[in-house]
């Protein structure tokens, strides 16, 4: 899954009330998967890997989960700290949600 925002604003605007439901729009339940997502948020790029994701039984719907995005958020900002630095390698954030081994590796 790849992600594109023309900049952090936009992310903003897009993930401010996001709150997924375990209920798709279509009406079937979704369910935890594990996939990778891409963020790209102007010149910078967010990998993660082992991304929990919510998959729709019914139609396949993928969506990543709020912790993700607070995650990415963070991340974000932390490129401040590694200036001249455009991409970035999460890993399992599932697992290591807090923790700083997997940022920042190359
Ligand atoms: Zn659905």
């Known amino acids: 899954m ?12 897009k993930y401010s009330n996001y709150y ?6 279509c009406g079937s ?3 935890m998967d594990i996939s990778q997502a891409v963020f790209e948020i ?7 890997y082992e991304c929990p994701v919510l998959v729709c039984k019914g139609c396949g719907k993928k969506q990543v989960g709020h912790r993700v995005i607070s995650l990415i958020y963070s991340t974000y ?11 970035c390698n999460l890993n399992s954030p599932l697992f290591t949600l807090g923790d700083e081994v997997g940022r920042f590796l190359f």
């Not at 790849?2 to 605007?13: A, G, L, P, W, Y």
């Not at 102007?42 to 993660?48: L, R, Y």
Request: hydrophobic share 30%; glycine share 6%.
């Open 77 to 87: 900002w932390d490129f401040e700290n590694h200036l001249g630095d455009k991409s």
């Open 42 to 48: 102007g010149d910078k790029q967010i990998s993660v």
């Open 2 to 13: 790849r992600f594109t925002f023309h900049d952090i604003k936009e992310f903003e605007r």
């Open 20 to 25: 997924p439901v375990d209920r798709c729009s």
């Open 29 to 31: 339940l979704k369910e």
